[in-house]
């Protein structure tokens, strides 16, 4: 076998890409995964803050997240390495009755789906959030089986498993072009060389859209930034991880959200009014103002919280708000795994899963009609209208 000739070659070696490659290591296929950055997860998968929440309303997004919650919660028994997991659940407290009529009307849809979750009235919430703004607590979701990992340490053990598996890596080495002989996607090209498979997958992150335009493939992926933070470590006193829809300062709805991780820092993110689309991942003057008067209004026991520093990630997102997850019929071998919506550290696990046993064995493990939501080919803008609804 030429050394330079691969059962698979996966773009990226990120929140997807590595736990793609790892299943698809335990499928004995002789994989390389190639990266600019010079080490796993340098991407976007170091801006998450680590939630993991099936707490979805779309059932592509439930299914895929319940298998990514099980592989991490049993990665620690399984391969003896700690990934920061934290069972805490997810804690949606509600102030509106309008928001409460939209949370409550969810319900039976994630439930049928296999999601444990309910509502719960106000003593309950806060019971899990001590010390929270009690003035018109109306309730709130809770989902107890979502939990909360280390973005870090999970990516470097699926980088470690898949590598001891087979799995090579090559950093420091981006993608230049691809290799196409008639239909078929032969390979790929990096300043450092030529490189052949029938698999190709495009697990590109941000960029999922530049690597498609090199197989002549318009990609709707376009960038935009989120902006988040983390403080010196508090005594832990909350466990669930608590995302905030209330009216931002604006009057118009912007999610706040944030936890405590396993070594009690308070992490946190926050959704910008307008959508600060491009690559662009320098801090804004709005974040620290509006995620403070949110956080205190919350929680006023966080007045004194020192923030340790803050930063920009990127979502990569579709027309539609949902994830790409196909074989592409134009290029015979070319997979994407793209526009994960600022979610693909959470459904990084169930993706890979999935989309090896696509490539492997020709179908997703997941339902195939919830999966073919999930295609390339579909209609953006129905799909657009009809999550409106």
Not at 358 to 383: E, T, Y
Request: charged content about 25%; proline content about 7%.
């Amino acid at each position: 076998m030429s050394l330079n000739k691969y059962d698979g070659i996966v773009i990226g070696s990120g929140s997807v890409g590595t736990p793609l490659a790892y299943f698809l290591a335990l499928e004995g296929w002789r994989i390389l995964v190639l990266d600019g950055k010079k080490s796993p997860g340098q991407g976007q998968n170091k801006a998450a803050i680590g939630g993991v929440r099936a707490t979805h309303s779309d059932p592509a997004k439930i299914t895929l997240c319940l298998q990514s919650i099980e592989i991490f919660s049993g990665w620690k028994e399984k391969h003896g390495t700690d990934i920061g997991w934290i069972e805490g659940g997810y804690c949606f407290p509600i102030y509106t009755g309008e928001d409460e009529a939209s949370l409550r009307k969810l319900l039976p849809v994630q439930k049928s789906f296999g999601l444990n979750i309910d509502w719960v009235g106000p003593e309950k919430i806060k019971e899990l959030i001590p010390g929270i703004n009690e003035k018109g607590l109306r309730g709130g979701t809770w989902s107890p089986g979502d939990g909360q990992v280390s973005p870090l340490k999970a990516v470097a053990a699926f980088w470690k498993e898949s590598r001891d598996r087979g799995a090579e890596y090559r950093f420091d080495e981006p993608v230049t072009d691809l290799i196409i002989s008639s239909r078929r996607l032969e390979g790929v090209i990096t300043p450092r060389g030529k490189y052949y498979a029938d698999v190709v997958v495009n697990a590109a992150g941000a960029y999922a859209k530049q690597i498609g335009e090199m197989a002549g493939i318009d990609i709707p992926v376009v960038p935009d930034s989120h902006e988040a933070g983390i403080s010196a470590p508090l005594e832990r006193f909350i466990d669930p991880l608590i995302v905030d829809i209330r009216p931002g300062p604006w009057g118009k709805t912007s999610n706040f959200y944030f936890g405590q991780n396993d070594r009690g820092q308070v992490i946190f993110c926050y959704t910008p009014l307008r959508p600060l689309v491009g690559t662009n991942r320098a801090v804004t003057s709005e974040f620290m103002p509006t995620i403070a008067r949110r956080m205190i209004d919350l929680i006023p026991r966080l007045k004194n919280m020192l923030i340790r520093r803050v930063w920009r990630g990127l979502y990569p997102m579709t027309p539609d708000g949902i994830i790409i997850l196909d074989k592409v019929r134009e290029r015979e071998g070319f997979y994407l795994a793209a526009g994960m919506c600022g979610q693909g550290f959470m459904l990084g696990p169930g993706v890979g899963l999935n989309l090896a046993n696509l490539i492997v064995r020709g179908k997703p493990l997941i339902d195939p009609d919830i999966f073919s939501s999930l295609g390339f080919h579909r209609n953006f803008q129905a799909q657009r209208s009809e999550a409106l609804k």
